[in-house]
């Protein structure tokens, strides 16, 4: 019943690589070498894996440093920042970039991309790290000292062990963001691979080199997801019986209390408070030449409408998929989940750049027209969607099905009647993430709108553009508005979620 909407997901997901290829094999193998292998790419592979692995080193290094301060210790405020830590979420990179190149012109290349995207980054890991934290039995750690080890041992021999799943999968997303992140490198110059093709595509009449750097892209991308998931081989963690319902005790830092809330404060600072507070004097400043009140309204209308149709579409393509692997686990559904994922390690400029082809050539209908940008945020954020519908439906009790089974409901009527809305909560979830995401996806937008319809994203890239920093900062502003809002939402359903496993 679900294998062939299922397989729909699949090959969606793998539209894009499959066009690329095609696209690529047009202009010969030895044209494609010889792309490969000059000298210009080899550079741009080695300053584009430079920026990623600066980027997760830093990120990795805060926000586990910020999650244990939050959860774990006697820090002053930590409640405000369990909070603040976790908001840049909603800032765009390149909102980010434009605050900061506006206010400092000489934070450019790679130390000032590297600086914007860790800002950016860093809830990536701080998020499933915190969540962990306040998940870990602390009769464990009880056990440890009472066997002689002291703290630090402790941390590093249990703790620390515990961690490090959330900590792999989150620098896992923060690596891929640096590597496939378009807008930041743009804004700040620094040339990275997605800034590259980006050019390529738009100077040239020949797109066979962006067709192949794309490629290349996808490649590495790739190969770091394959690589990550080898390390992380043998550390998963799983609990017998239920553990100990009670809170760890906090740690106390003594005098080291007030440097770690400043270091903390100057972190929450960087990364949330000056992006913010550089919109708003720029917003001030712009005001003198006034503000183009239905131009704003219409894009942030456009944005909101854009993602709602892509939050809506990803669960649609979500739910078979995620339910096949929850409940008939099997060769053919682990095919379709890892096909599904496909869209996970591709750039949002490659997604782009694919559906442009793929538009022109094949789909001239509904190029430059919403239902192709709205298949482009499908690609590229089905997988989050499903890995919510997985997990609500896992965590779904199996006997509620089986007993509406045995009063004689269908299959189809067992998924419409307990199912789903059992598993609804965790679905609205992954959705408000895919909405989120939409809200903030720059190089797919900008490239795939339809004519003439701008979204803040757009809004603000134009108008950065030209250097109008006054007549962007609005368009910056109620981006972070409008993002914030489901970010809120997320950080809600974690907390119930941690509350239902207490």
Same mark, same amino acid.
């Given at each position: ?12 997901a793998?539209?894009?690589i499959?066009?690329?290829l095609?696209?690529?094999g ?9 792309i490969? &292998? ?6 741009? &592979?080695l300053? +584009? !894996?430079a920026?990623?692995?600066? &980027?997760t ?23 405000l ?19 900061w190149?506006s ?5 450019? =290349?790679? =130390? ?13 890991v ?6 962990a ?13 009472s ?11 249990v ?6 799943p959330?900590?792999?999968?989150g620098?896992l997303?923060?690596a ?9 490198p ?13 050019? +390529?595509?738009r ?8 067709a ?8 590495i991308?790739v190969?770091?997801?394959v690589a ?12 017998? =019986?239920? =553990?100990?319902?009670r809170?760890? %005790?906090?740690v ?12 903390a404060g100057?972190?929450?600072a960087v ?9 708003l004097?720029?917003?001030a ?5 006034g ?16 993602a ?7 669960t ?6 995620g339910? *096949?692997?929850?409940r %008939? ?5 682990a095919?379709?989940?890892h096909?599904?994922?496909?869209? %996970?390690a ?10 442009v082809f793929?538009g022109?050539r094949?789909?001239?209908p509904?190029?430059?027209r919403?239902?192709? !940008?709205?298949?482009?945020y499908?690609?590229?954020f089905?997988?989050?969607a499903?890995?919510?519908?997985? +997990? ?9 099905e089986e007993?509406?089974?045995? *009063? ?7 998924l419409r009647? &307990? ?6 909560p ?8 895919? *909405?989120l ?7 797919a937008?900008?490239?795939?709108r ?5 979204? !803040?994203?757009?809004?603000?890239w134009?108008?950065t ?12 502003l ?9 970010t809120?939402?997320l ?9 239902d496993?207490?």
């Open positions: 019943m679900l294998l062939a909407p299922g397989l729909v997901t699949a090959l969606v793998l539209l894009p499959g066009y690329l095609v696209r690529a047009e202009a010969g193998p030895e044209r494609v070498w010889d490969v &292998v000059r000298e210009r790419t080899l550079t741009l &592979v300053r +584009s !894996l920026l990623a692995g600066t &980027v080193a830093l990120s990795l290094a805060v926000g586990v440093g910020l999650a244990i301060l939050a959860t774990r210790t006697n820090l002053p405020g930590r409640r920042l369990a909070v603040t830590a976790a908001l840049p979420l909603a800032i765009p990179s390149y909102v980010a970039a434009f605050a190149i206010a400092f012109p000489s934070v450019s =290349g790679f =130390g000032g991309t590297v600086l914007v995207l860790t800002a950016c980054c860093y809830p990536y701080y998020l499933p790290v915190a969540a934290m306040r998940r870990i039995d602390p009769s464990v750690e009880e056990v440890a000292r066997l002689g080890r002291s703290p630090w041992n402790t941390f590093w021999s703790t620390a062990r515990q961690l490090r959330a900590a792999a999968s620098a997303l923060v891929l963001y640096a590597l496939s992140d378009f807008g930041a743009s804004l700040l110059r620094f040339d990275a691979f997605t800034r590259v093709i980006h050019a +390529s595509y100077s040239s009449f020949d797109r066979t080199p962006a192949v750097l794309s490629l290349l892209l996808v490649v991308t190969a770091i997801t990550e998931a080898r390390t992380r081989r043998g550390t998963e963690h799983a609990r017998v =019986g239920g =553990g100990v319902s809170r760890p %005790h906090l106390g830092l003594g005098r080291l209390r007030w440097p770690a809330a400043t270091l100057v972190v929450v990364a949330l408070v000056f992006p913010i507070a550089s919109l004097y720029w917003f400043t712009g005001l003198s030449a503000v183009d009140v239905p131009d704003l309204l219409a894009s942030a209308l456009n944005t909101f409408w854009f709602l149709l892509g939050a809506v579409f990803c649609a393509l979500a739910i078979p998929v339910v *096949l692997a929850a %008939h686990r099997g060769r053919s559904t095919l379709i989940e096909a599904s994922f496909a869209g %996970h591709l750039p949002g400029i490659v997604v782009a750049l694919a559906l793929f022109a094949v789909a001239q509904i190029y430059q919403t239902p192709l !940008l709205v298949l482009a499908a690609v590229l089905v997988p989050a499903i890995g919510a519908v997985r +997990s609500a439906v896992t965590m779904s009790p199996v006997r509620t007993a509406a089974r045995s *009063l004689g409901s269908t299959p189809w009527q067992v009647r &307990v199912t789903l809305p059992l598993a609804a965790g679905i609205g979830a992954g959705a408000a993430l895919v *909405l995401t939409c809200m903030k996806e720059l190089p937008t900008l490239l795939l339809p004519t003439g319809a701008d979204t !803040l994203a757009t809004s603000l134009t108008e553009g030209v250097a109008a920093y006054g007549a962007a900062a609005p368009y910056g109620a981006l972070v508005v409008l993002a914030v809002l489901p809120l939402a950080m809600r359903s974690q907390r119930v979620g941690e509350a496993l207490s």
